[in-house]
């Protein structure tokens, strides 16, 4: 069974992730915790890819195989880190979002597409929170041949650079087009921008939440950003139904190569398998970090008075433990920063969902949040004890992304000792990971109260709270009707359930809980539960934590 550990502490840290500013919603003049986040990272990290190249003007083609990534980041660790990259041109660096996001590549530019393969390449230009160049380079027959910059590949619009622009500026990053949702149209699939941050997309999916390459130190009061600092895409033959991507990771604290190989669908799958060369012990590292955006939804609506019901790109965190057990938790906007641990081995997965799917909980004709993709972590091969990480950070606004979830090994990584990583991300819409009964609402209320409660509500010792948790699929609809309906397992970490009750929802084809909680004095209790028959549980087990002032 799972363990979760709840602690809130006082201290805000500092912005945890980034929003690539391809996102149109982001407001001129403001950018997100996310884009800043982009622009701190980028900032303090080297360009130029300093082994590998031949002794030339680094744009020549060289050898490529299996290995030759990993051979770059051996030799890169044995180096001290450099964070020294040439600066842009004034006329870039003063760029706004509006103004970046003017240089558009040209899509009858795009590469990839010369040996009849369905995917397409374009690149970011350099500029606004986007400073740092990346490298990247097409294989073809076991070579790999730099991309060279050449301002012909864009379209500038309304932005306007005086002068000529260095020829090795390079890249900011890339983005691959496919024929996603239809044989006759290039849709985006993929993007990486932004130190190691990547989106991608199912079908019929609009870009919510994000995924990044390593997280350290997110919990903590420094948070690293490691980024990709070069990508080599192999060029796909014609029919191919997969693309493969290969990426150098470089931060102070480790090196990395990375393999990302992807396969577009209903649910886009995309296959990592990485081998990190600590330079230093890695103690607080995130494996397969996610990052999302909580802000509002029916339980809290104390954030913000906005005519929309509810705000967020993931409404909950999904775990499949490693003894079986499914576990939902839903998201919070917390007054302040919130860190719950779930202790586990040899996880099955875990993931930032977006479950709600009615439009009718938005009422956001651009945004479409009902659209946005959950993304599902599954690892390859055991990956021994550790704990699911999720940080829970406050915003007043819904351009932050203050939710991120992340492995973190029980054991830290030795410095010096390679290791190596596989695991599957899967991009979800309305699929059921599990065959057992969901979490559909959780609702929040006054208890009520009587007798003494009642005549002396200013007792601060004893606070009481209701809970209402709609469970529904699985079998719980041929249920519905049974005079003996299913068992509630309910528990808390602190504190007592002083009452519960069930009734039939035909309206979800489930069941509506109630559970009444109480505590004694300040804290936060972590409350479970879940219905079964006999001995077979037949719903997840939902997780909520409970603070109290």
Not at 256 to 266: D, L, N, S, T
Not at 418 to 446: C, D, K, S
């Amino acid at each position: 069974m799972i363990h979760a550990n709840v602690g809130t502490l006082s201290a805000e840290p500092g912005p945890c992730s980034a929003r690539e500013a391809t996102q149109e919603k982001t407001p001129v003049g403001a950018p997100s915790r996310r884009g800043v986040v982009a622009g701190l990272a980028a900032a303090g990290f080297a360009a130029a890819l300093p082994v590998g190249a031949a002794a030339d003007d680094g744009a020549s083609p060289r050898p490529f195989g299996p290995e030759t990534v990993e051979a770059m980041a051996r030799a890169l660790v044995s180096r001290p880190f450099d964070g020294a990259f040439p600066p842009l041109p004034a006329a870039l660096a003063q760029l706004d979002y509006d103004g970046w996001r003017d240089i558009r590549f040209r899509p009858d530019r795009a590469l990839l597409g010369e040996a009849g393969g369905p995917f397409r390449l374009q690149l970011f230009h350099r500029g606004f929170l986007y400073p740092r160049p990346v490298d990247v380079s097409l294989v073809r027959d076991g070579v790999a041949t730099p991309v060279r910059y050449d301002p012909a590949l864009f379209n500038f619009g309304r932005t306007r650079i005086d002068g000529p622009l260095p020829a090795d500026l390079g890249f900011a990053g890339i983005r691959i087009h496919a024929p996603l949702n239809r044989p006759d149209r290039l849709d985006e699939l993929i993007v990486f921008v932004g130190a190691s941050y990547f989106r991608f997309l199912g079908q019929d999916q609009l870009y919510g939440l994000s995924a990044r390459g390593l997280a350290i130190g997110t919990d903590g009061a420094q948070e690293e950003f490691p980024l990709f600092r070069a990508f080599f895409i192999e060029v796909p033959p014609a029919g191919a139904t997969t693309l493969t991507i290969h990426a150098l990771l470089d931060g102070p604290s480790t090196v990395g190569a990375y393999r990302f190989v992807v396969e577009p669908g209903r649910e886009t799958v995309l296959r990592v398998s990485a081998t990190l060369y600590p330079r230093q012990t890695l103690s607080a590292v995130g494996i397969a970090p996610l990052t999302s955006m909580f802000f509002i939804n029916e339980t809290d609506r104390g954030h913000s008075d906005d005519y929309r019901p509810e705000l967020h790109d993931s409404d909950g965190l999904q775990l499949a433990t490693g003894s079986g057990e499914w576990l939902w938790r839903p998201l919070d906007n917390p007054r302040e920063r919130r860190i719950s641990t779930f202790l586990d081995r040899d996880p099955k997965g875990f993931g930032l969902l977006q479950r709600d799917r009615s439009f009718a909980s938005y009422q956001d004709l651009e945004a479409g949040y009902e659209r946005r993709p959950g993304y599902f972590v599954e690892p390859e091969g055991a990956w021994g004890e550790g704990r699911v990480v999720l940080v829970e950070l406050p915003t007043d606004n819904e351009t932050a992304d203050n939710i991120v979830a992340f492995w973190r090994p029980k054991a830290p990584y030795p410095a010096g000792e390679p290791v190596r990583l596989g695991y599957r991300l899967r991009a979800l819409a309305a699929e059921a990971l599990h065959p057992n009964g969901q979490v559909v609402n959780t609702f929040t209320a006054e208890a009520a109260a009587s007798g003494a409660a009642r005549r002396a509500p200013d007792q601060a010792s004893l606070r009481s709270r209701r809970f209402l948790i709609d469970f529904g699929g699985g079998t719980l609809e041929t249920l519905i009707a049974d005079s003996s309906p299913p068992e509630i397992v309910a528990t808390a970490s602190i504190g007592r359930i002083t009452a519960t009750s069930i009734v039939p929802n035909p309206h979800i084809g489930g069941f509506r809980v109630a559970l009444d909680v109480r505590v004694d004095g300040p804290g936060t209790t972590e409350l479970r539960a879940y219905l079964r028959k006999g001995e077979q549980a037949l719903t997840e087990t939902w997780s909520y934590p409970w603070s109290v002032a």
